[in-house]
């Protein structure tokens, strides 16, 4: 069975190729010695506001702004995680240079008033873990979610578990969607911040990580940041009585230290998770336990959608019980997004 933590063996290089197009746009204006492979000392961004970072520096939080040269603006370049190196000037922090990150994570937002035009949003750096956090009832459980921040993730290379948190609120239709994920070889943590359930299990995972929580809006990612950090005062939201959601209390990332080591970054809740900048087919490719079965399909090309079942060894894995049906149909569903 595929892992799904072993990525490079299945990135195409097509996809390589693009993401790095995508990463090349997120670095705009920056002169070429701005990057630096290494240095022995350095600050780690926390939060950026517009021209203020703030950055951890030996155990004390400063506000740096970028080096003038490179005329823009600090919420442009920097994203919570990224390792910076400052120099003192006139009693102001400057950031002198960016050390070459191991991994960004961006998603892509579709401006809807400019056809055709996406605009890269960065969400965060040197990422060593991804925590897709979801809550057992409000807001629902639902599938679909899982698999569109899995695809993102796989295809930014950064592995991923899943934590159902309000876990107390667990029925048996949620357990079936969460066995879905056990068996295609994903971690799946329960936790309970009101129970005090699964919080040191959840610890153990982050252990010596760099993580990040993600995942819609009040699922209760600040309240796990908090149960973490044992403190009560990182803001979290109420569930909207109507909509059974919650309501946007996080606005901006933010890099917590939580053990020597060991951090996590809180983020806000994403409304909807564009996947438009993929390749259609190489969307495939980061549903890793189709593998073993595409290369049985007739066509190799086959994107296993209008094909007929005979022809399609995947259809046929779907029918047999052996793909779960519900990854089949967050495929087509994302598939379908290419018709329009
Ligand atoms: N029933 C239950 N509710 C919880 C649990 N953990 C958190 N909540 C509640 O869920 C609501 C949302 O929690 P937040 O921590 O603000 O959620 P969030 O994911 O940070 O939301 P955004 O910042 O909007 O993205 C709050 O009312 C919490 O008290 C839990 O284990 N069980
Ligand atoms: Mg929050
Ligand atoms: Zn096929």
């Known amino acids: 069975m595929p892992h799904y933590n072993s990525f490079d ?5 097509k996809s390589k190729e693009k993401k790095n197009k995508v990463k090349n746009k997120s670095c705009i204006n920056m002169n070429k010695d701005f990057i ?61 240079n960016l050390i070459k990150r191991k991994s960004i994570l961006s998603r892509i937002k579709v401006d809807s008033t400019r056809k055709n035009s996406a605009n890269v949003k960065n969400v965060a750096a ?16 639902h599938a679909k979610f899982i698999d569109r921040y899995l695809l993102i993730l ?21 357990e079936e969607i969460l066995d879905i994920y056990r068996k295609i070889g994903i971690k799946v943590i329960e936790t309970s911040t009101y ?23 009040g699922v209760g990612k600040s309240s796990l940041t908090n149960a973490i950090m044992d403190l009560d005062n990182i803001k979290t939201g109420n569930i909207s009585q109507k909509s059974k959601r919650g309501c946007h209390t996080t606005t901006s990332s933010k890099y917590y230290v939580w053990n020597e080591n060991s951090s996590i970054i809180d983020t806000p809740g994403i409304r909807s998770l564009d ?14 336990e189709f593998k ?13 959608f209008m094909e007929p079942v005979k022809t399609c060894a995947i259809k046929q894995a779907v029918e047999a019980g052996k793909i779960s049906k519900n990854r089949y ?9 290419f018709e329009k």
Request: one cysteine or more.
């Open 9 to 13: 063996s299945f990135q195409t290089k």
């Open 36 to 96: 630096i492979d290494s240095s022995e000392q350095y600050g780690i961004v926390i939060e950026v506001k517009y021209n203020d970072a703030y950055v951890l520096y030996n155990g004390e939080v400063l506000i740096a702004k970028l080096r003038k040269d490179l005329n823009t603006i600090c919420n442009k370049v920097l994203f919570p995680g990224d390792k910076v190196v400052l120099e003192s000037k006139n009693n102001c922090y400057m950031i002198k």
């Open 126 to 141: 040197n990422i060593d873990l991804a925590i897709i956090v979801v809550s057992a009832k409000e807001p629902p459980l």
């Open 154 to 174: 796989q295809s930014s290379s950064i592995e991923s578990i899943i934590c159902l948190n309000k876990c107390e609120l667990k029925s048996s239709n949620e």
């Open 195 to 217: 129970n005090n359930i699964g919080i040191e299990e959840l610890k153990s995972y982050l252990k010596g990580k760099q993580a990040i929580f993600v995942g819609n809006s």
């Open 275 to 288: 996947v438009s900048s993929f390749d259609i087919d190489e969307i495939k490719e980061y549903f890793y």
């Open 292 to 304: 073993e079965y595409s290369e049985k399909c007739k066509y190799k090309d086959c994107l296993h």
């Open 329 to 337: 149909e967050s495929y087509i569903r994302i598939l379908s997004q």
